[in-house]
């Protein structure tokens, strides 16, 4: 490909957006929503086909994208001084000017280059050389906050330059500054609520929610509020291409897609002091009269008293318990469930499968994800109504 100069008449182009693995379908499901071209579903990955105002709104709409990068030049090489001269076909100027900053981040999978960084060192000295051959004066580097975050993707010999539209991840919303010990990805929290198909139609319950992640990414979607709304910083508003009047219609519109939410959306943990924390993220994002917080066992709560309602957790994995408690840890959720809860259906996520297997009901689907570099399972589990007698016979 030869490079694409920023000033391109092209009005369609292709981005891709990462995410986490399990979430790609997911996520090509929601480009398309809001009208991206679906090209490929890759691992971790989706790459499609938008215009200008389709990548400002994948950043402040999609719920599971990492990060939204956009190709600008891709070549063979097979030796550092090949990376450096062929990074130097694309006219840097077109993206910076001297006086903005630079940082290259690189993800490297290749025989002929093994280190990552020193990739992304031969990269960064191509460009700033370009600039330092023409003016005499060079980019800063700057690896936090960048006015061009460029991102280095090699495959073997096949190079690929990407501009990163967002800056940062945009798991970073913006609400959570402060966090439990094991708090759950923004991003991922969001994949589970899209993955159980709740969109507000009945009751939302997390009764172990942390900092209430899970709850703050549940009202956005019943609410349709876009989930970067609050955030403030993304790669692509210091590109020189970069279209204010543009970026404030898509804003525009995005507050004007908002609806509210008649269904009740409330959090249980028992811990007071990680629930203070969830009470100051919910307020930063500015759903404390919206969402209900309630300090409590799981195990002793009285029933819900609505008959139908859909449950989205994320229990301890028990890192820190033997295997014999932590089993029958789950075995209790199961018995929550089948005692409580009956007319409800619970999405629970584990990384520990083991422990998942002892909740004790059929689960009517089960899919792989990852938190992290972890392996989960989310479970679903149905209690339908009138299966209480057949739940007790279980036991
Ligand atoms: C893995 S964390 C949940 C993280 C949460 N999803 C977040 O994003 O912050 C599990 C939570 O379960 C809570 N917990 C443990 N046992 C509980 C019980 N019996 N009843 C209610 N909450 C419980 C813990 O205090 C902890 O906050």
């Known amino acids: 490909m ?14 891709i957006a990462k995410t986490f693995h399990g979430l790609e379908e997911t996520l090509a499901q929601e480009i398309r929503e ?4 679906v090209i490929a579903v890759q691992t971790r990955a989706v790459r499609f086909e938008t215009d200008q105002k389709g990548l400002y709104r994948a950043n402040l709409e999609l719920r599971t994208a990492l990060r939204i990068l956009k190709p600008i030049h891709t070549f063979k090489a097979y030796k550092s001084n090949q990376l450096y001269s062929r990074t130097q076909l ?6 910076m000017d001297v006086d903005d900053t630079l940082a290259i981040d690189s993800v490297v999978s290749s025989r002929f280059f093994k280190h990552s960084k020193y990739a992304a060192l031969k990269v960064k000295d191509a460009i700033v050389d370009q600039f330092r051959e023409k003016i005499g004066k060079r980019p800063s580097i700057d690896t936090d906050a960048p006015t061009l975050r460029v991102h280095l993707y090699v495959k073997e010999q096949e190079v690929t330059l990407l501009l990163d539209a967002s800056g940062d991840s945009l798991h970073k919303r913006g609400y959570r500054l402060e966090s439990n010990e094991a ?8 994949g589970l609520v899209l993955l159980s198909g709740w969109r507000g139609e009945k009751p939302f319950f997390d009764p172990m929610c942390g900092s209430a992640t899970i709850l703050i990414e549940a009202l956005m979607i019943a609410r349709n509020i876009a989930p970067n709304l609050q ?3 993304y790669g692509f508003l210091t590109w020189k291409d970069f279209d204010a009047n543009l970026w ?16 009740p959306i409330f959090g249980a943990d028992i811990s007071e002091e990680t629930l203070d924390i969830a009470i100051n993220n919910i307020e930063r994002a500015g759903f404390e009269d ?4 309630l300090v409590g066992d799981f195990f002793e709560q009285a029933a819900p008293i ?8 994320n229990p301890p994995y028990g890192e820190r318990l033997q295997p014999k408690d932590i089993e029958a840890f789950y075995k209790k959720i199961g018995d929550a469930f089948k005692q409580a809860y009956t007319g409800w259906e619970a999405w629970v996520l584990s990384g520990n499968i083991p422990a998942l297997k002892r909740v004790g009901l059929r689960a009517s689907r089960r899919m792989p994800l990852f938190n992290g570099p972890l392996e989960c399972r989310l479970y679903q589990f149905e209690m339908y109504k009138g299966s209480k007698k057949t739940a007790f016979k279980e036991e």
């Open 231 to 233: 955030r403030d910083y």
């Open 306 to 313: 609505e008959e139908e309602g859909c449950i989205v957790m």
């Open 2 to 15: 030869n490079p694409i100069p920023i000033s391109s008449k092209k009005t369609t182009f292709e981005l």
């Open 183 to 190: 708090p759950l990805n923004e991003v991922l929290a969001a």
């Open 34 to 37: 809001i009208g991206g071209k």
């Open 290 to 293: 919206e969402i209900d917080l």
């Open 248 to 263: 404030t219609e898509v804003l525009e519109e995005a507050e004007a897609r908002i609806v509210g939410c008649e269904q």
């Open 90 to 95: 694309v006219d840097w100027s077109e993206y």
